[in-house]
């Protein structure tokens, strides 16, 4: 156990209060000597009369500045130096800190160093015992990651990498082809590179749990594969990276190179991902189309990017793992492509059954609706209606359940002005109802075309995550 000792010195300060009696009949005597007391000049310059100090109650904050250290079981590995912060009242103060690990076999602490003894997770905690005896503490999770093959992780196997969505294989090389189907990969060292063999695209990289991300566009061939450095010149240490696409499966399949993964150190086995998982099924919108962009600029792959939208925010504000299966322009039924079709298959690019084992969610959020409503509603499509849409998101709703039989199921809507209108509620609010499926809720958003191609931005983006994420959890409550 490791304390941190403190040198500071509480002050008690008392403060004599003398009465100032005035109109009153009772006789005082008056001093033998000294000054006459005066009234205190109020003036403009001066400031009036304070109450006197009665004494401020001590609240004390005490906080990991991480909330995981990551380390590394390898030899020659470096630790992490443990440290919180304490504040009394929002200022820095310097009080006795004490340290301890929950299990000792996985990392020890020693001299505010952690080192890593063996693969595994544990908890540190931090102890401040202020004068009233009352103890303030933190938390922070301590995971040591162990070695991992090249083999492993250029295969993509899930025992060394974290794999994201509904990705699959072509002739064992990993192919990316619904937005947000990607890969998080850990290492021990300062760099990492990803090797793209086919594909034109974009994606969005995470580097050490950074929740902002950088975003790479490329185009490889066959001939010119397209080598990403996708982390360099970090800190010698343990790292992860989450790379996951971001652009449209309107554009074809990213597919990586057999040895698409690289370190100047050494590759480690992912950290375990989130038991919470989560679905979203939807159209353009959930796609991030023109998330990044504004007004009327034509929606392209630099102001498109699924890590703005609201499925990967919204899996970020509750830490779960995600899935995500979307396609511009698609719609429920009422589309050579569409959703009822392709919610079995592995993707787009692929007419693969898909396992439905192979993904558990909690939560199914289906966001469809807007381009249906646009179908009913259009004379351009004069074999469709609302009568329709309302049978084929009822059948949609059914399919879901039939397929994730356990999990709540969150209808979104009204993102865009086709679905923001009363018809569409009474339409969704009707196909729910005739499923009579108790565990289906649905929810209105805010519509917005401040985006490209007047989609919604990023900013309604993050609006419609923190709202689902509010529903989600009040669900799980």
Not at 113 to 135: M, N, Q
Not at 146 to 165: R, Y
Not at 263 to 281: M, N, Q, R, S, V
Not at 428 to 447: C, F, G, L, S
Request: with cysteine; hydrophobic share 40%.
């Amino acid at each position: 156990m490791f304390k941190k000792r403190s040198f500071a010195l509480l002050l008690a300060a008392g403060m004599m209060i003398v009465p100032f009696m005035t109109g009153c009949d009772l006789l005082m005597p008056e001093p033998d000597d000294g000054p006459e007391l005066q009234e205190p000049d109020k003036g403009p310059d001066k400031e009036p009369d304070k109450e006197p100090d009665k004494g401020t109650e001590e609240s004390f904050v005490l906080s990991f500045a991480k909330e995981r250290y990551l380390l590394a079981a390898v030899e020659g590995a470096k630790g992490a130096d443990a440290a919180a912060t304490l504040t009394r009242n929002g200022e820095p103060f310097d009080g006795e800190i004490t340290y301890s690990l929950a299990d000792t076999s996985v990392a020890s602490l020693t001299d505010g160093k952690l080192t890593a003894l063996s693969e595994g997770k544990t908890t540190l905690t931090a102890t401040y015992t202020p004068a009233s005896g009352v103890p303030v503490t933190d938390t922070a999770a301590v995971e040591v990651l162990g070695e991992a093959t090249a083999e492993s992780v250029n295969a993509f196997d899930e025992e060394s990498v974290n794999l994201f969505g509904r990705t699959y294989f072509k002739k064992e090389r990993l192919e990316l082809d619904n937005v947000c189907t990607g890969f998080e990969a850990a290492f021990y060292g300062t760099s990492l590179s990803v090797t793209f063999r086919l594909g034109t695209g974009m994606v969005a990289v995470f580097t050490d749990g950074d929740t902002e991300g950088a975003t790479f566009e490329f185009t490889a061939t066959s001939r010119k594969p397209a080598v990403l450095n996708v982390a360099e010149g970090l800190e010698e240490g343990a790292h992860t990276v989450r790379l996951i696409k971001a652009c449209s499966p309107a554009g074809g399949n990213l597919e990586l190179t057999e040895e698409a993964v690289k370190t100047d150190g050494t590759l480690l086995k992912a950290p375990a991902k989130p038991d919470f998982k989560i679905e979203f099924i939807g159209d353009s919108i959930t796609e991030g189309f023109g998330a990044t962009g504004a007004g009327e600029d034509k929606i392209d792959l630099r102001n498109s990017n699924a890590a703005k939208a609201y499925p990967y925010l919204t899996a970020q504000s509750l830490n779960a793992d995600f899935s995500v299966i979307a396609l511009q322009g698609i719609c429920v039924k009422d589309s050579a492509t569409n959703m009822y079709d392709r919610y079995t298959k592995v993707g787009f690019g692929s007419s693969t059954e898909y396992d439905f084992s192979s993904f558990d969610p909690d939560v199914v959020v289906l966001a469809l609706g807007e381009n249906d409503m646009w179908h009913a509603t259009s004379p351009d499509f004069p074999n469709y209606s609302v009568q329709l849409f309302q049978k084929d998101y009822a059948d949609m709703l059914r399919l879901i359940r039939e397929k994730r039989p356990n999990a709540y199921i969150v209808c979104i809507y009204g993102m865009m002005p086709a679905s923001a209108t009363a018809q569409t509620k009474q339409i969704i609010t009707a196909a729910i109802a005739d499923t009579r499926d108790e565990k289906i809720t649905n929810m209105q958003m805010k519509p917005n075309e401040a985006g490209a191609g007047k989609h919604p931005n990023a900013a309604a983006h993050r609006d419609t995550a923190d709202k689902l994420a509010e529903h989600i959890r009040s669900l799980l409550q």
